[in-house]
């Protein structure tokens, strides 16, 4: 096993597409199956333990921190280089070439291995052990504060955990019974970071070397992308690949809490699987139940409709032939969802193993900057929707509507590459991989806008911008000049009065004259979420049996219904109809 640490580059993307088990994450925590084959347990006399022995660095082969940027296959000045030849006749009789370490290298090493070793001082034996949390007090907790300020997590706890830090088996108990090939492909673990802290950063690699078979661990690719700072679970991801090259495949990831480090251990048999949002955001969603009957086994490989991004294992050959990554995208956002349509679109799959897990910081923010003071995700997500949305990209434009008429680049390669491919249409994607995503204007009887003419102004409903991942009151405000995202709503065909994501619900016991409607998320089984348009335009709560009304209210308050009048207030429009 190798571990190497590629020079700084400005071009991430161009780094990316090295990829082939990418782990974009800052501390990564990888689960290993229980059955370790003979002769690679967890602790033989070769494994290597850092906190123990911070001499057994050297065991990791060519670890390069050098500043200046070379190309890739060019050797540096300087280096000895040793030309052997392929003895078991693997390829094809061909010299192999092995860079020796210089003196240089040596200088370097000595150099970390003494951060390292200082870094090693600051750890307090236990703490956090189990994936407990670290709670700080007192002067302690101010200096996490500001640590928090530029770290986006708790850098302090994080420096005295472990490097070798044990975690939770949250893993189904079914998943500890599963035999996995012998001959499996091996992985090559590709970590890029920028700026990271070197705890956070060693403990991934760690966790990587200590869960990993080591006939199945090649090598551990460090990128870094262009720090300026001065301080710089594999079986069951690699036995869906052998048996389906085309199968890009996501662990579950888990939560490291960024304040005090706790690691998360929910139920091992509920997880969700990734999903969008006409927005261009990705977000987490249940498994559907056609999905779970599909299955079968709830440890066996769910198909996912989209990926967090970060951490996925795909076959090296497939990877280039399936497209890289669109290296027209800058820094971070859009990729991921782009690469998702893009497997699912032109002949592969993507699906998320219940027996591979990771642990990952999410933080609250990026502790790193974007070039050009620029929109990144909205101008990447622009690009991915110009290719791969077709006609579904309105969706996007109606929520990102200052992205339309953007500068987001040259998109004809990457046309041209959905076309070689022989890619199929995104409405396909829509009905086969994601049936159950709510089209706002295709999946109603009517849409767009909700408007009142009782009195001038105009009043519209409108969420008001009140957060839409916890449940809220549905607002009214002055109907703008055009379908605004805030104002937009839909009455589906199922019956629910609705925004992407969020229904219109009152509850059916209420005692006094008139409730506010409370928006909560869609269950198409609540009958709390029913309504009816009737001839005479009145939205009515079936359940209830009452009117939505607005009453002489203003704008920024709270909707409601009451018993039905047929009074002008009870009346509303929406802008379209789906007369079919």
Wanted: aromatic share 10%.
């Amino acid at each position: 096993m190798v571990l190497k640490h590629l020079h700084p580059r400005r071009k991430t993307f161009l780094i990316r597409i090295l990829a082939v088990v990418a782990f974009l994450c800052f501390v990564g925590l990888w689960f290993k199956s229980d059955n370790v084959p003979e002769g690679s347990s967890l602790h033989s006399e070769d494994e290597v333990h850092l906190e123990r022995n911070v001499d057994s660095l050297s065991n990791l082969g060519d670890v390069k921190f050098g500043k200046d940027e070379k190309p890739l296959d060019e050797p540096p000045r300087h280096q000895v280089v040793e030309r052997t030849f392929d003895v078991k006749g693997e390829n094809d009789g061909r010299e192999l070439t092995k860079h020796l370490p210089t003196n240089e290298d040596l200088i370097e090493r000595m150099r970390a291995e003494r951060i390292i070793g200082k870094d090693e001082r600051k750890v307090v034996p236990g703490l956090g052990e189990g994936g407990q949390p670290v709670k700080v007090t007192g002067v302690e907790k101010r200096s996490v504060e500001e640590i928090m300020k530029k770290e986006a997590f708790n850098l302090f706890a994080s420096d005295k955990i472990s490097l070798n830090r044990t975690v939770p088996d949250t893993r189904d108990v079914l998943c500890k019974g599963i035999k996995y090939d012998d001959d499996l492909p091996t992985a090559s673990v590709i970590i890029i970071f920028t700026n990271e802290a070197l705890s956070s950063l060693l403990r991934t690699i760690w966790s990587v070397l200590n869960r990993s078979p080591k006939n199945s661990l090649k090598e551990i690719i460090l990128v870094d992308d262009f720090s300026d700072r001065g301080e710089l679970l594999m079986e069951p991801l690699l036995q869906r690949i052998k048996e389906d090259r085309r199968a890009v495949v996501v662990p579950i990831i888990e939560v490291i809490d960024d304040k005090t480090m706790e690691y998360y251990s929910g139920n091992g048999r509920y997880f969700q699987v990734g999903g969008f949002t006409w927005s261009g955001h990705f977000t987490w969603i249940d498994v559907s139940l056609e999905e779970v009957k599909r299955r079968g086994s709830p440890v066996a490989p769910t198909r996912s409709p989209t990926m967090a991004g970060g951490l996925f294992a795909i076959e090296r050959n497939y990877f280039w032939e399936i497209g890289s990554y669109d290296d027209g995208m800058e820094v971070w956002g859009g990729e991921n969802l782009e690469m998702s349509f893009r497997v699912w679109m032109c002949g592969g799959t993507l699906e998320t193993i219940p027996c591979s897990r990771v642990g990952h910081i999410f933080r609250s923010f990026h502790p790193y900057t974007f070039p050009g003071d620029k929109d990144t995700h909205g101008l990447n997500t622009a690009r991915l929707a110009e290719v791969w949305m077709d006609d579904y990209k309105r969706l996007f434009y109606l929520y990102r509507p200052e992205l339309q008429h953007s500068d987001y680049g040259d998109v004809s390669e990457r046309k041209a590459l959905r076309k070689s491919l022989n890619c199929k249409s995104f409405k396909w994607y829509l009905d086969n991989i994601l049936p159950q995503k709510f089209i706002l204007d295709e999946d109603s009887i009517a849409y767009g806008r909700l408007r009142n003419t009782a009195s001038p102004p105009d009043i519209c409903l409108d969420n008001l911008q009140r957060d839409e991942k916890a449940s809220y009151f549905l607002g009214l405000y002055n109907c703008h000049s055009y379908e605004a995202t805030s104002q937009f709503i839909s009455l589906s065909k199922d019956g629910q009065l609705r925004r992407e994501t969020m229904c219109a619900e009152v509850p059916s016991n209420f005692a006094q004259d008139k409730e506010k409607v409370r928006m909560t998320k869609c269950h198409k089984k609540k009958a709390d979420q029913l309504w009816v348009r009737s001839k005479s335009n009145e939205i009515i709560h079936t359940k209830s049996h009452k009117c939505l009304d607005r009453g002489n209210l203003q704008a920024m308050e709270d909707v409601f219904v009451t018993d039905c009048n047929g009074s002008p207030t009870q009346i509303w429009i929406f802008d379209h109809y789906n007369l079919s």
